[in-house]
């Protein structure tokens, strides 16, 4: 007792100790029972998810895509790829890619078949089933292409046995001349139309042309008692003759438009393929005409191209083999534009090589790959009146299509260039003048002109005794 009468309880040692010992096992029962609950409400988060996202919205599952119709734009935009490239005035521009009929792709999702008790018993499993009948058909191995009047492009396929026709402005519809159905093919190659929309296809097999109307019903067949192994095929809309190129015989041989009767050869017929003198050939493959009824042929194992006139008298020759970008290595299919220049399909090279007349080689674009812009295998080319370039390929099928921007075009686009770059400033240069559609608009700002090719002069002679 003190002095003021209150009572103080006096600890010991040991008293404190057993204390402060009882405190911490408290404390630790404690934070033991918290850490548990905590343990506990993460596994039930866990276990049942739904509190933790309740008011948010699930994401929407995506539409699916056509792969007929889905075009590459996760890299880059192919709407933009051009020759040269940007700020160069471009020449050549990528328009469309065709692989054959839309795809379905519902085809590839196929329901499982039921089960029966005997499978059950067996301890069979049931297949998935995709009906072969339904799926559409798909280029393989593409040749000659060409297009009609109304645009629609033509894609000649040894791998189906049929001759594709694809319709630019209606991408889903898509027509066949097939084998066993509208005519009997063994193995087409090359491919022409004429101003009235007849169709020629040659079949290196059975050593024949087919000719089929506009509305694609068979109407001839000729060239059995003349052709070897004919393959790139080329009309003279003027004269009325066409051209085919006879890997076979090392010759082109000329047959009338309308009667389908032989006339004549151009070169020296040959089996032995070792013909190398200007004039004769070793294993031709293709073969054009330009607006002065001028004869280009690829002589594909000379690796050059030799130019006739419409008579069939030789005129020049260029080329070599080589690796070199104005060099050749299995020279395909060839054509010529409205200006004159000589568009070569380098088939080793994976190339499309444009030369002047006089053999100078202007541009190339292309390179081995699958990307829009490069070839696998090209062999077929033709160029259309709307200056549409369509390239074929057989590893695997495909057909490319190009548009060409003519001298004329280009000089414009030039004019516009110079005129803008002397306007006031704040004038906007990066887009087409009006009427200067052609050009793509990817085309952002002046350059310095890259020199156009000059307009050949295509001096030759037309045969004037047209049937």
Known sequence: ?????????????????ESRRGYLRHSTFDFSTGLGVLLVSLFLGLVSPAPLYAGKKKAETPAAVNPGEQRVKAYFDITKIVWPNPPAIPRIAFQNLFTGEKIDPGLFIPAKRKQT?????????????????????????TYGVGADSKGKIYAADQGVGAV?????????????????????????????????????????????????????????????DVLVRPGGIAID?????????????????????????????????SKKHEQSDPGTFSLPEGV??????????????????????????????????????????????????RDGHIWVVDAAQNIVKVFNQQGRLLIYFGGPGNYPGQFMGP?????????????????????????????????????????????????PCGTSAAGAGPVPAQVQKP?????????????????????
């Open 164 to 224: 594709f026709i694809f319709d630019p402005e209606h991408n889903d519809q898509v027509e066949l001349i097939g084998n066993g159905r509208q005519a009997n093919f063994d193995e087409i190659a090359g491919l022409a139309l004429d101003d009235d929309d007849r169709l020629f296809v040659t079949d290196l097999r059975l050593r024949h042309i087919v000719v089929f109307n506009p509305k694609h019903q068979q109407e001839a067949v000729f060239g059995a």
């Open 379 to 427: 062999w077929g080319i033709s160029i259309d009146r709307t200056n549409r370039v369509i390239v074929s390929e057989t590893f695997p099928g495909r057909v490319q299509v190009f548009r060409y921007i003519t001298d004329a075009e280009a000089a414009a686009e030039q004019a516009r260039r110079d005129a803008c770059g002397a306007g006031p400033a704040g004038r």
């Open 237 to 269: 809309r003027e004269n009325r003759f066409v051209y085919v190129a006879d890997a076979g015989n090392d010759v082109v041989d000329v047959f009338d438009a309308d009667s389908l009767k032989f006339l004549r050869r151009i070169g020296k017929p």
């Open 117 to 141: 008790w005997m499978d059950r018993l067996a301890g069979a499993v049931p297949a998935d089933q995709i009906k072969i009948d339904k799926l559409p058909f798909q280029l393989i191995r």
């Open 447 to 467: 350059s310095a002109t890259v020199p156009s090719p000059a307009t050949p002069n295509l001096a030759a002679k037309k045969d004037s005794a047209a049937p």
């Open 1 to 17: 007792m003190n002095d003021q009468g209150t009572t103080t309880t006096r600890h010991s040692p040991q008293s404190k100790v």
């Open 288 to 337: 054009a005409v330009d607006n002065e009824c001028n004869v280009y042929v690829t002589d594909t194992f000379n690796d050059r191209v030799e130019i006739f006139d419409a008579d069939g008298n030789f005129i020049s020759t260029f080329g070599k083999n080589g690796d070199g970008p104005a060099d050749f290595m299995r020279p395909k299919g060839i054509a010529v534009d």
